[in-house]
């Protein structure tokens, strides 16, 4: 039986007034690799930050859980974040703190677990992404391929039910980046957690993603969605076509 975890329902959303997203819906399923993808500038970051409860729409609502993320004020948010971990694009672990610092900051603020037990988890999401050796290394001694894993570990330290992750591959060169598809492979059979992933990476897309939407300026919101394999085989749609039979960038080579 599939269970519902992020529910985006009618979001129409903009800056100063200016309308990104309209009407925008769909659901997404426990265990999904979900992917949020689309031209530049549709949408697909304010979407995103609708999502994790930072941007507040002109209407409509997202349910992470089945809880209003939207209208949650301070204290019920805080009830929410449990259920999520967000990587941001560039990673943003803190530079003036090693990596296991980094990791222990969300299970500081958020529980009141003695110090060696909150070592212990965050060892063994260093381990989960490969990194358990590197626990005492500072940022700036990272590669970006091993900053992206620190900060997906950072992002499980909770034990989410859904990760959020914004253009993982974003500064990877492409070895780097299959290595992260990887992960994310395994990290989701390991553990059962839900991605949701914006890329408009063809190759990481067909690789990792169970189901997908495109975002389209044209119609501020929502023109295609589906497999992958469906949407390049069977879409109608001009754009959705022009995408998915791009040459991808493995098959160049
Ligand atoms: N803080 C902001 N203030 C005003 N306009 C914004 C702001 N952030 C985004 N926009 C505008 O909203 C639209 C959607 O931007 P958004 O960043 O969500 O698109 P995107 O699909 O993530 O693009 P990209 O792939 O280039 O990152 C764009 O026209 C952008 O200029």
Do not use: W
């Amino acid at each position: 039986m599939s269970e519902t975890v992020a529910r985006v329902n009618n979001l129409t959303s903009g800056y100063f007034g200016q309308t990104v997203l309209e009407n925008v819906s769909f659901d997404v399923q426990r265990g999904e690799i979900f992917i949020i993808l689309g031209g530049s500038g549709c949408g697909k970051s304010t979407l995103l930050k609708h999502m994790i409860g930072l941007y507040k729409p002109y209407s409509g609502n997202v349910l992470i859980m089945g809880e209003d993320i939207s209208a949650a004020g301070e204290k019920d948010f805080k009830n929410l974040v449990k259920y999520f971990g967000v990587m941001y694009q560039n990673g943003a672990l803190f530079g003036s703190m090693n990596v296991l610092e980094n990791l222990r900051l969300p299970l500081e603020i958020y529980t009141d677990l003695p110090r060696e037990l909150m070592n212990e988890i965050c060892i063994s999401k260093l381990s989960l992404v490969g990194l358990e050796t590197s626990y005492n290394l500072m940022p700036s001694e990272l590669s970006g391929g091993m900053k992206k894993r620190a900060a997906i570990a950072r992002a499980m330290v909770l034990d989410p039910d859904i990760l959020f992750l914004d253009e993982p591959s974003a500064g990877l060169d492409p070895i780097t980046s299959a290595e992260l598809d990887s992960l994310i492979l395994t990290l989701s059979r390991k553990t059962g957690i839900t991605f949701i992933v914006v890329s408009h990476e063809l190759d990481s897309i067909f690789t990792i993603a169970d189901r997908v939407i495109m975002l389209d300026k044209s119609v501020k919101g929502i023109i295609a969605e589906g497999s992958p394999e469906d949407l390049k085989k069977n879409s109608e749609n001009q754009l959705v076509q022009n995408f998915f039979n791009r040459i991808s960038s493995s098959l160049k080579q």
